[in-house]
C-alpha cells in the first residue's frame, strides 16, 4: 500500500481504537490519530512478523489488525503519560 492508504487507514484505526477505548488522551486527537498511523504500521509488521498475513490492503483483516496495533499503542501512550 502506499504512504497515503497507509496514513487514511491509520486514521481510521486511531479513530476506531479511540472508540473502542475511550478516555482522555494527553495530547488529544491529533496525537491519538498518530498514534492509529504507527499502530497500523506496526500492527501490521507483527502480525506479518507471526505469519497472520499483516495489513495487505483494505479489508476486514487488515482493519483488524491495525485496530489492535492502535489499541496496543493508545494504552501503552496512556500509561506512559499518567
Known sequence: M???AWAVFGLVAGALAKRIMPGKDPG???I???????GAVA????A????MGGVTGFNL?????????ALVLL??????KS
Open 2 to 4: 502506499g504512504i497515503i
Open 43 to 46: 500492527g501490521g509488521f507483527l
Open 28 to 30: 488529544g486527537l491529533l
Open 48 to 51: 506479518s512478523l507471526v505469519g
Open 61 to 69: 483483516g487488515s482493519m483488524a489488525t491495525a485496530v489492535v496495533g
Open 32 to 38: 491519538t490519530m498518530f498514534i492509529g498511523i504507527a
Open 75 to 80: 494504552w501503552a501512550y496512556r500509561k506512559m
